[in-house]
């Protein structure tokens, strides 16, 4: 497998072997957000994603914030199960402006705004919730901690950041073997537990307010200390 060593040698994904940069970047880079939503156009949020979808922080959310929210699958289906939420969606850019191209073709431009910037970047502050799905697993533990303090600045005290991870290798192992080592090498961190996702918020200065685990995902409520 190509670079398979890389991540051996160093615990770096693949693709800084393969492109000196994280994957989201390169892509980023290579307008392959636009060649993704051209191949998949309907394609909607997966994994379990109840989880995060009927979890209780909604019921007393009015605004939330979707980082790394990809081309805005997942704010098109909070904003369809709940008709009084609105939602901003950042990613970089090229995604970004994917996800504007959604919500205008899906009359949802007066309830959803997509910024391209990083999310290592300031955030918009003061969202009810601020919801991570699938992002942690791609950074190491210091660049996750970093961008859960970020949520946490924007959040304040009175903000909710859901992190929700998707949990596959424990599955494909049994099923898939090379598709499990992929995950493995493609990704900094595929496997962390709740555990483990609760160590990193307490060195981010957040408390754990809840816990949630489905087949093939996981989700923590947490809050600012
Ligand atoms: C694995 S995808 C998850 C997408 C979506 N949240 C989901 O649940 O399917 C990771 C997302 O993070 C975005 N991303 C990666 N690095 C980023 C950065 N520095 N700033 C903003 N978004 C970034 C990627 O472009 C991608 O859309």
Known sequence: ????????????????????????????????????????PQSGPAFDIH???????????GT????????????????????????TLIDLPT????????FTE????????????????????????YVLSAILADWDDDSAIRLLRNCAAAAGTNGTILVSEVRLTEQLERSDTGMALWVEASMENPDRTAADISML????????TDVREAATRIALELRVQ
């Not at 693709?15 to 392959?32: A, C, R, S």
């Not at 989880?51 to 959310?61: E, G, M, Q, T, V």
């Not at 995604?95 to 959604?102: L, V």
């Not at 007066?110 to 969202?127: E, W």
Request: charged share 20%; with cysteine; hydrophobic share 40%.
């Open 64 to 87: 939330f914030v979707d980082v790394g929210g990809n081309t805005g699958a997942l704010v098109e289906s909070l904003l369809a199960a709940y008709p009084r939420l609105r939602g």
């Open 106 to 129: 899906h009359n949802l431009s007066d309830r959803a705004t997509a910024i391209g910037q990083s999310f290592f970047d300031p955030l918009p502050a003061g969202a009810d919730v």
């Open 95 to 102: 995604f970004a402006e994917q996800a504007r191209r959604r």
């Open 1 to 40: 497998m190509i670079h398979l060593l890389h991540k051996l040698r160093t615990g770096k994904s693949v693709y800084h072997g393969m492109y000196g940069t994280d994957l989201w970047q390169y892509v980023d880079e290579h307008n392959g957000a636009q060649d993704a939503a051209a191949a998949y």
């Open 201 to 208: 918020a307490e060195r981010a200065g957040l408390c754990v």
């Open 51 to 61: 989880l995060i979808i009927d979890h209780p922080c909604w019921s007393r959310a």
